[in-house]
């Protein structure tokens, strides 16, 4: 009967370590020569500490989860953290009975039923601690049925879809805990060996047929349903168990996602743990688009089925990136697939011919696609750099390639290469020490793959705070209220949210809102969107705009080009750039209160495209 009672649950284990070894060492010798070297300084470092605290503090407390919601994050914790606890706490309680630190892997997971009773030292106490922890669980167990009903009581509005192998486990992983309850509970009756739970239950066998047949029935199927969660975990959500642990390590080691697949990207993918958080902090699923979020991009990527659609019809706004609790780069994740599955363009770009400036200067200012069709900004920077008495080369004021990164975005990786050797090229040749922009799309694409060696990239609104704090500019304030939009790929894309607003303070008042920061909107007009239809983008830019106008704000501001366009297009509130804004806040004190019918026709000046 011993044998018939293990075996389940040791076939399950082996398995499920045979798997994760195979896996483990794939994913690690997959990674390049550098990346392993860092993986090993890290384990011979302080780093790895850094690690086991965060595996602690994340795989098992799900500190993350807890920010998003306290009810999800106890039920993510009491699961996680009281299973590990019954493991340990069980270890411990074996290796005192039986007096020895090596006991079998089993005989902690079945001592009540290997137990015959005997004192030994704190039995008492050890009873009681088990049965505490079980009940810990079996909370948490409770919630998460709760869960699949009242997700609303967790902070969600929605949940994952299960396949098959998801089903099995999760049902498996139900069943363990009550079943070990039920199974200690019939014991504690015949032995005598429980506390205030398993005693208690136990009575309810009391005048039960054949109690040791009832109480090995329980041992068996408590088994069984081990075997088989651990059989299926590798096949479903929950490899993001073990997957997220070796996750942590590889991250604190340094080790970053490339521009193409490679087995750290196997790693993010399968650290999903499909919470299902990222359902509602996209704003798709408002355009009635419900098929493309990012826990369902990672599952089709495991799955091997990931669609034209799924992949290319999504904002790249960064929220559900910002909101993962697993910290998974969702949005580079998303690129790196683009980049796989698009049929590269082979221009040479040759007829952009030699583009180097003989011309020797500081500072140099690149506007940027989005911000030439927006001329009030380039208008306004113009001032800005003559008011401060900034010699200054404008490098693309005539004519430049694109920055490179909606290329990227698009999955064009080779041709945004091509136009980044050239912008390179470009600015190096001017001889400058900073570059300043006014699109942020151009800002993150400079700052994070281009090589410009000593050159400084700085964002428009960080360049003229520090031409305020030198005292080269002046500007006057007005009573004027301000909404402050956070571009995605200036605020969650490069962490920019402050200085925007400590400019803008300089020149009116900023009015705090609810979806502001990490948790702005996306105004709609996104290029890394390739699918989305104008009817959606429309839904989505007037949901924002009736957001913002319910602070009844004089103004909204904003620091892309692009969200510009978007949002005045909706007309339900006059809308400027800083750039503008600091423009008229040069004027004289009386001249810097902007109407909105001169609002109206700086807006009208944008270029249609």
Not at 19 to 25: A, K, M, P, V
Not at 35 to 49: A, N, P, V
Not at 64 to 69: A, E, R, W
Not at 570 to 579: C, E, F, H, R
Request: proline share 3%.
């Amino acid at each position: 009967m011993d044998k018939l009672i293990i075996f389940p649950f040791l076939t399950g284990l082996i398995y499920l370590l045979i798997i994760l070894f195979i896996r483990g060492i794939k994913w690690i010798n997959g990674l390049s020569k550098l990346d392993k070297l860092r993986l090993i300084r890290s384990i011979r470092s302080r780093i790895i500490l850094r690690s086991i605290v965060e595996t602690f503090r994340e795989g098992l407390l799900h500190r993350n989860i807890f920010k998003k919601n306290k009810l999800l994050g106890y039920m993510h914790m009491s699961l996680a953290f009281g299973w590990f606890l019954l493991i340990v706490v069980g270890h411990i309680e074996v290796m005192i009975a039986e007096g020895s630190l090596f006991v079998p892997i089993y005989k902690p997971v079945f001592f009540r039923y290997f137990e015959t009773g005997q004192d030994f030292f704190l039995v008492s106490i050890f009873s009681f601690s088990m049965d505490l922890l079980l009940l810990f669980v079996l909370s948490g167990l409770m919630l998460a049925m709760i869960k699949r009903f009242k997700k609303h009581l967790f902070g969600l509005t929605k949940t994952t879809r299960l396949k098959s192998g998801d089903r099995i486990a999760l049902t498996s992983l139900w069943m363990i805990f009550p079943l070990r309850l039920l199974a200690e509970s019939s014991t504690a009756m015949i032995k005598g060996n429980g506390s205030f739970l398993t005693q208690t239950v136990g009575k309810l066998f009391e005048n039960g047929i054949a109690p040791e047949v009832t109480s090995n029935t329980f041992w068996v199927m408590y088994s069984v349903v081990l075997g088989f969660f651990f059989i299926a975990l590798p096949h479903s959500r929950y490899m993001h168990i073990p997957t997220e642990i070796l996750y942590i390590f590889l991250r604190n080691a340094g080790i970053t996602l490339k521009k193409r697949n490679n087995t750290f990207t196997d790693v993010q993918v399968y650290s999903c743990s499909r919470c299902g958080i990222c359902l509602d902090r996209c704003q798709m699923s408002v355009a009635g688009i419900n098929d493309s979020q990012s826990v369902y991009l990672l599952k089709s990527i495991r799955n091997h089925k990931l669609s034209d659609e799924q992949l290319f019809n999504c904002l790249m706004c960064g929220k559900c990136q910002n909101d993962c609790p697993v910290g998974i780069k969702v949005t580079e994740l998303r690129t790196i697939q683009r980049i796989e599955s698009t049929l590269q363009y082979n221009s040479s770009y040759d007829y952009l011919g030699d583009m180097s400036f003989t011309q020797k200067t500081d500072v140099i200012y690149f506007a940027g696609c989005m911000t030439h069709l927006t001329p009030g900004i380039i208008s306004s920077m113009k001032e800005i750099f003559r008011a401060a008495n900034i010699n200054y080369l404008f490098v693309d004021e005539e004519k430049s390639p694109c920055c490179g990164r909606p290329l990227m975005l698009a999955g064009q990786f080779e041709a945004a290469s091509k136009l980044i050797d050239t912008n390179t090229k470009t600015f190096l040749s001017t001889g400058a020490h900073t570059l300043v922009v006014s699109c942020p799309i151009c800002y993150k694409v400079f700052k994070e793959d281009y090589s410009l060696g000593n050159m400084q990239v700085v964002f428009h609104a960080d360049f003229i705070l520090q031409l305020i704090e030198q005292k080269k500019i002046s500007l006057h304030h007005s009573k004027q209220n301000y909404v402050y939009h956070d571009p995605c790929e200036l605020g969650r894309g490069m962490s920019i949210y402050d200085s925007p607003r400590q400019l803008l303070e300089k020149t009116g008042q900023v009015i705090t809102m609810k979806n502001e920061k990490e948790g702005a909107h996306c105004c709609g007009g996104s290029l890394g969107n390739l699918k989305i239809t104008q009817e959606n983008r429309n839904i989505l830019r007037d949901r924002a705009l009736s957001d913002y106008a319910g602070y009844n704000p004089d103004l909204l501001i904003t620091a892309c080009p692009k969200c510009k366009k978007t949002f005045s297009s909706g007309k339900l509130l006059p809308v400027l750039d800083i750039a503008e804004v600091v423009k008229r806040s040069l004027a004289s004190p009386d001249d810097n209160t902007c109407s909105i019918s001169e609002v109206k026709e700086i807006q009208e000046s944008c270029v249609e495209i």
